[in-house]
């Protein structure tokens, strides 16, 4: 989807030329009516921003990418704000549907009033917007009744929003006050203006592609956003093949509709100790593997919400999502474990679903540009923040919150003392299909 010439070091894409294009070819796009002074706090810095929206709040079906809504209104009157500013034509397009829908009040001014100072200032001050976007996100994954999938979709708007303050927005920030100050992008080889404010007297002299470390959020901690271990798990991973699915070596994954889990479908273990033990007095498959779930603290909530709405048992998962558990070894250290790459799922009916299950994987590759991997995991979180914020955006998949997931694979062979007591040949695994019928 990135099609601009942004290369992830600070370059700054001009989207302006591509949308006065656009207004020009179709006029019925321009429903840039927005004042600078009526912006939302919320926007993001850069040549887009949400001002008196009256949208009806119906952007973000057009442009889930870039934008999400506020809550100072109310449910249904709430303002719509840019939460990520547009990188190349693609997405330049998207963000003028979205904009397109209700009754104007956005504007793209913002270079016209934009300053570095400004800009550093919003930066120094985002923690007020990531504590709102996070206590409004939380509050939103909890509602109920008829609205319910609306409030869905603005939390994860929201979470969206908080990962791109997390990732990602730092690097176009410091490209973008290159823009500012000079109306160029950078130059191969040239350094960056960094966004923290220079020290009286004091000469910054930034390394291009290497930011400084941002303070954590107000409240947030330093850890704030970073993966939290969710659960472990035994699973036998298996090449699968069929319509909608992409092609597999080995797919690997924490859902139990594709892959088979030990000792049963729905196991979840607080401790790699606990799983292994578990694991001892069975005829275990050579391709068995000892698996660990992890989930960015920002969705930690919503999957905890989703596990209480179903009124799925899961002790173990909740215990680790609402931070009661002991923290365990980290699993994620070299000599203990290596990262797969990530998943998307979803809670349902007591069971964890892949997006992969549910004929999302074609769509998403079309309309995102993504893939996955012999595993059938996507490369990085990144990846997965995108599917999952489109997902959640679709309105026809089942009834959860998509959110991103990642799997780390212990290192350790799983150990068996089973002893067969009988010479039958073992029964051929399920196809993975019939997970789904009866029989």
């Known amino acids: 989807m990135d099609d601009g010439n942004h290369d992830g070091l ?16 179709q006029p019925h796009l321009d429903r840039f009516s927005g004042h600078w002074d009526e912006r939302n706090w919320r926007n993001v810095p850069g040549p887009f921003y949400g001002a008196d929206t009256d949208s009806l709040q119906l952007g973000r079906r057009d442009a889930p990418f870039h934008l999400a809504h506020d809550d100072d209104h109310g449910p249904f ?10 990188v190349g034509a693609a997405q330049t397009r998207d963000l003028l549907d979205g904009c397109t829908l209700g009754h104007g009040g956005f504007a793209m001014d913002g270079d016209d009033h934009w300053t570095v100072p400004a800009v550093r200032e919003w930066w120094q001050e985002r923690g007020r917007v990531r504590e ?8 939103w994954s909890r509602a109920r009744g008829e609205h319910r999938e609306h409030y869905r979709d603005a939390a994860g708007g929201l979470r969206d929003y908080i990962a791109h303050l997390d990732h990602g927005l730092e690097e176009y920030l410091r490209g973008y006050l290159l823009w500012l100050a000079e109306r160029r992008p950078r130059r191969p080889g040239e350094s960056l203006p960094l966004l923290e404010r220079p020290r009286p007297g004091a000469t910054l002299p930034p390394t291009v592609g290497t930011a400084p470390t941002p303070a954590p959020a107000p409240g947030a901690g330093a850890t704030a956003g970073e993966p939290v271990l969710a659960s472990y798990f035994v699973a036998v991973p298996e090449p699968v093949t069929g319509s909608g699915l992409p092609r597999t070596k080995l797919l690997t994954t924490a859902s139990d509709c594709l892959i088979d889990r030990l000792p049963q479908d729905g196991c979840w273990f607080p401790t790699a100790q606990d799983a292994l033990a578990a694991c001892a007095p ?16 920002g969705h930690a909530a919503a999957l905890a919400t989703d596990i209480r709405a179903a009124d799925g048992h899961e002790p173990v998962l909740l215990a680790r999502l609402d931070g009661r558990a002991d923290d365990p ?24 679903h892949s997006w992969l299950c549910n004929d999302l994987y074609r769509e998403a590759v079309h ?6 991997d012999d595993r059938g995991l996507l490369s990085g979180r990144e990846a997965a923040e995108r599917v999952a914020t489109w997902a959640n955006g679709l309105g026809d998949t089942k009834p959860v919150t998509w959110f991103p997931a990642a799997l780390v694979e212990w290192n350790a062979p799983i150990e068996t003392h089973f002893e067969p007591i009988t010479t039958e040949a073992p029964r051929p695994p399920r196809p993975w299909w019939q997970r789904f019928t009866a029989g």
């Open 10 to 25: 600070g370059t700054y894409w001009d989207p302006l030329p591509t949308a006065r294009r656009l207004l020009t070819d």
């Open 77 to 86: 009157s709430g303002r719509e704000f840019v939460y990520r500013q547009p």
């Open 132 to 139: 709102w976007a996070v206590e409004a996100a939380d509050r």
């Open 282 to 297: 069975l005829d275990v498959p050579a391709a068995a593997r000892l698996l660990a779930l992890l989930v960015p603290a």
């Open 329 to 352: 070894d980290d699993p994620a250290t070299p000599e203990r474990g290596h990262q797969l790459g990530w998943e998307v799922l979803g809670y349902d009916h007591g069971l964890l």
């Open 367 to 372: 309309a995102l540009g993504v893939d996955t």
